[in-house]
T-cell receptor, first 116, second 109 residues
Framework: DVKVTQSSRYLVKRTGEKVFLECVQDMDHENMFWYRQDPGLGLRLIYFSYDVKMKEKGDIPEGYSVSREKKERFSLILESASTNQTSMYLC???????????????FGPGTRLTVL | GQNIDQPTEMTATEGAIVQINCTYQTSGFNGLFWYQQHAGEAPTFLSYDVLDGLEEKGRFSSFLSRSKGYSYLLLKELQMKDSASYLCAVMDSNYQLIWGAGTKLIIKP
C-alpha cells in the first residue's frame, strides 16, 4: 500500500513565525504536490515537484516555498505565517507517467494549520 | 477560465441510490477523477474516466460525457459509511488536476 505521511495532524502557530510542513512517501513516486483545502473551495495547488531539487509553482504560491532534497520528502515552508494561511494542507504523490490510467494521486492525512 | 461545478451538499437515505453530478469547463481534457474524503481524512481514489460511458465498480459507478462536459458518480445501496465528501477533478492539457469544491453527502437512516 502506498503510504504518504505528514509530520503533524494539527499545528498552531503565531503570525510571523516560520512554519515547516513535511511530507514523506514510501512508493518511490517522482511527483509530489502540496495543496490547501478551504471550505467551499476545491483543492488549490500551491507547489509541485517532478523530481529531486525541482519545483514548480502552482496556482497560489505566494507566501510559500518548498524544498525537495530527497525523492521521498517534500517540504512546504511558510516563511512568515499569516492568519490567511490558516487552512488544511494536503500533500500528495504519484508516478510520473505517460499512461493516463496511472495518474492517480495518493494523499497524506493532512495538516490542519491554525495561525493566530 | 477553468471551472468545475458540483452540488455543495446532498442528503439521501440508507439503502437508496444517489447521483452526484459534476460539470466542467477546462483547457484540455485528459480524464476525470472522483475521490472520496471522509471528514478529517485524506481523499481516496474512487474512479478515473477518460472515455465516454458508464463504468461500474460494485456499488459505485461513474459516467462521463466529454461532449457535454459532464460526469456523475452513482452510489447504490447506500450505507452510513458512505457519508463523506465526493470530489470531482479534471486533468487538464498540462496533466494538472483542477478540483471541484466537493459534494458533502449526508446519509440518513
Amino acid at each position: 500500500d502506498v503510504k504518504v505521511t505528514q509530520s503533524s495532524r494539527y499545528l498552531v502557530k503565531r503570525t510571523g513565525e516560520k512554519v515547516f510542513l513535511e511530507c514523506v512517501q514510501d512508493m518511490d513516486h517522482e511527483n509530489m504536490f502540496w495543496y490547501r483545502q478551504d471550505p467551499g473551495l476545491g483543492l488549490r495547488l500551491i507547489y509541485f515537484s517532478y523530481d529531486v531539487k525541482m519545483k514548480e509553482k502552482g496556482d497560489i504560491p505566494e507566501g510559500y516555498s518548498v524544498s525537495r532534497e530527497k525523492k521521498e520528502r517534500f517540504s512546504l515552508i511558510l516563511e512568515s505565517a499569516s492568519t490567511n494561511q490558516t487552512s488544511m494542507y494536503l500533500c500528495a504523490s504519484k508516478f510520473r507517467t505517460s499512461d493516463l490510467w496511472s495518474n492517480e494521486q495518493f494523499f497524506g492525512p493532512g495538516t490542519r494549520l491554525t495561525v493566530l | 477560465g477553468q471551472n468545475i461545478d458540483q452540488p455543495t451538499e446532498m442528503t439521501a437515505t440508507e439503502g437508496a441510490i444517489v447521483q452526484i453530478n459534476c460539470t466542467y469547463q477546462t483547457s484540455g481534457f485528459n480524464g476525470l477523477f472522483w475521490y472520496q474524503q471522509h471528514a478529517g481524512e485524506a481523499p481516496t481514489f474512487l474512479s478515473y474516466d477518460v472515455l465516454d460511458g458508464l463504468e461500474e465498480k460494485g456499488r459505485f459507478s461513474s459516467f462521463l460525457s466529454r461532449s457535454k462536459g459532464y460526469s456523475y458518480l452513482l452510489l447504490k445501496e447506500l450505507q452510513m459509511k458512505d457519508s463523506a465528501s465526493y470530489l470531482c477533478a479534471v486533468m487538464d492539457s498540462n496533466y494538472q488536476l483542477i478540483w471541484g469544491a466537493g459534494t458533502k453527502l449526508i446519509i440518513k437512516p
